[in-house]
């Protein structure tokens, strides 16, 4: 079973920058579209942004757009979310996500199939 590794995430002020790293716990040929996800304590896990297997088209949330970068690099098998300008309403779980299956633009929890562990991202005003 292929899982994602996450590296990435802590603590900083507000208007400061973070990059968040992810990658593949083993060999994999079919790690298609990826994403980005963050969930804040009782509340939904919701899509921060999203990337296709090409990594031609991305998609973000409207609350990171313009300060929020995916990319990925698949000679590496590895997706990267450069997180700057944060805020202190950006503090959350950080879910880096793929699909073994589909090489779309996908934004659903339920698109995705391989997921990591969860990094946590904390921003103080």
């Known amino acids: 079973q292929v899982m994602l590794v996450q590296s990435g995430g802590g603590l900083v002020q507000a208007g400061g920058s973070l990059t968040l790293s992810c990658a593949p716990s083993g060999r994999t040929s079919n790690n298609y579209a990826m994403g980005w996800f963050r969930q804040a304590p009782g509340k939904e896990r919701d899509v921060v942004a999203a990337?296709?297997?090409?990594?031609?088209?991305?998609r973000y949330a409207d609350s990171v757009k313009g300060r929020f970068t995916i990319s990925r690099d698949n000679a590496k098998n590895t997706v990267s979310l450069q997180m700057n300008s944060l805020k202190p309403e950006d503090t959350a779980v950080y879910y880096c996500?793929?699909?073994?299956?589909?090489?779309?633009?996908?934004?659903?929890?339920?698109?995705?199939?391989?997921w990591g562990q969860g990094t946590q991202v904390t921003v103080s005003s």
């Open positions: 990337i296709t297997w090409s990594g031609t088209r991305t």
């Open positions: 996500a793929s699909s073994s299956t589909t090489m779309g633009l996908i934004t659903r929890v339920s698109d995705y199939d391989r």
